[in-house]
């Protein structure tokens, strides 16, 4: 189901909806979206935010067309350019992380060289250019996170699809790579809709939050986080900070309920 283009729009969505049958059909089975109207601005860094299970990632699996919606219709501008990172890296151990990296332009059937120019720029892009030869094993958990992103970025994409890629985790390396995220979506401007449970990464990251329901999923807070274009490590210790963190919690709550 195909939206007509919207001029601006890296994504929009019209009255789209997510049903899933159950073992006896359509009556037994689970309503994961409500009607959601959404539109999201190219060039732009959204937070997707909601309880457990209100449809978050399925939305995000429609938008990247991975599943089809219900019902509604479904725009995403340069369709043929999305990115995808999920909450595991997913890397071949069998595959150096440069050769990780390297897949998706091989499944394209990219020349050599411009495959490894690619690869180069991908890895030292997310500050892994030395370890290109090491394979997943040897990593730790945030290295190959970067990897998987490295891998994404390699294609050089205008969306980036992200389902809570930090999730997993320690405190220190999750800021650290919002950090390195936000600086790398303001470089190359691509688009980013992120979903996650955190309220202050969000907070952090986005400078749209959106929060959905519990099941079946509708927005319940679509607002601009008014924080400064330029983030660093110590915005998270202003009184802004805490405000912007608070809405959110509160938008979180009602969606729960």
Known sequence: MGAREERGAAIALRGVTKRFAGAGGAADGVHALAPVDLEIAEGSFVALVGPSGCGKSTLLRIVAGLEPASAGEVFVRDRDRIAYVFQDAHLLPWRTVAANVALPLELRGAPRAEI???????????????????YPAALSGGMRMRASIARALVTKPRLLLMDEPFAALDEITR?????????????????????????????????????????????????????????????????AFAREAGKLARALELGAS
């Open 175 to 239: 800021h650290r790579l919002d950090e390195r995220l936000l600086a790398l979506s303001r470089a190359q401007r691509f688009t980013v809709l992120f979903v996650t449970h955190g309220i202050f990464e969000a907070t952090f990251l986005a400078e749209r939050a959106i929060v959905l329901s519990r099941r079946p999923g509708r927005i319940v807070h679509d607002e601009a986080v008014a924080l400064p274009a330029e983030r660093t490590a110590a915005l998270r210790g202003e009184p």
């Open 116 to 134: 490894d120019g690619a690869v180069a720029e991908a890895l030292a892009s997310v500050e892994l250019g030395d370890v290109g030869g090491r």
